[in-house]
């Protein structure tokens, strides 16, 4: 018998909501809104998708990869509702409009927001950042080794 996900009425998970907290603590929202004006892709009119929905909801993809376009949009609208006032009575939209938003958003905005967001975790004093006290450990090959 497995264990069961705590789900609110609209579906979505306890640990869903969570993730999509750290979203907007990560990547604030004056953060992506400058990253998209830096870009002029801010929306002219008024858009089911607006830009910076687009850039979360790609955020969001991250982290429901095993998820279809549209499911990972419900996750993501049902999750920052409280947060994005202007998501009161929006619907999913189709496949399609989804990926039209993206191409109009382009990577540029991405690269950007990445590029004021992205630092390193370790600083100098973090046990196990640093190998040999010179260079910054970046990743890790997962080989585990034993000392004899």
Same mark, same amino acid.
């Given at each position: 018998?497995?264990?069961?996900?705590?789900?609110?009425?609209?579906?979505?998970?306890?640990?869903?909501?969570?993730?999509?907290?750290?979203?907007?603590?990560?990547f604030?929202?004056?953060?992506?809104?400058?990253?998209?004006?830096?870009?002029?892709?801010?929306?002219?009119?008024?858009r089911?998708?607006?830009?910076?929905?687009?850039?979360?909801?790609?955020?969001?993809?991250?982290?429901?990869? &095993? *998820?279809?376009?549209?499911?990972?949009? =419900?996750?993501?609208? $049902?999750? /920052? #509702?409280? %947060?994005?006032?202007?998501?009161?009575?929006?619907?999913?939209?189709?496949? &399609? *409009?989804?990926?039209?938003?993206?191409? =109009?958003?382009?990577? $540029?905005? /991405? #690269?950007? %927001?990445?590029?004021m967001?992205a630092?390193?975790?370790?600083?100098?004093?973090?046990?196990?950042?640093?190998?040999?006290?010179?260079?910054?450990?970046?990743? /890790?090959?997962?080989?585990?080794?034993?000392?004899?």
């Amino acid at each position: 018998m497995g264990m069961q996900r705590e789900q609110d009425p609209a579906g979505v998970g306890v640990a869903d909501r969570i993730a999509l907290g750290a979203l907007m603590r990560v990547f604030p929202p004056a953060v992506v809104d400058q990253a998209i004006a830096q870009h002029g892709r801010q929306e002219e009119r008024k858009r089911l998708l607006p830009a910076r929905v687009v850039v979360y909801f790609i955020l969001a993809m991250t982290l429901f990869s &095993g *998820s279809s376009y549209r499911e990972v949009m =419900r996750k993501l609208t $049902e999750g /920052l #509702r409280d %947060l994005i006032e202007r998501l009161a009575g929006w619907t999913v939209p189709t496949k &399609g *409009s989804i990926a039209e938003a993206r191409q =109009r958003l382009g990577v $540029e905005p /991405l #690269r950007t %927001l990445f590029d004021m967001v992205a630092r390193p975790l370790g600083a100098v004093g973090t046990r196990g950042a640093w190998f040999r006290g010179h260079w910054r450990v970046a990743a /890790l090959d997962g080989v585990a080794s034993r000392a004899v």
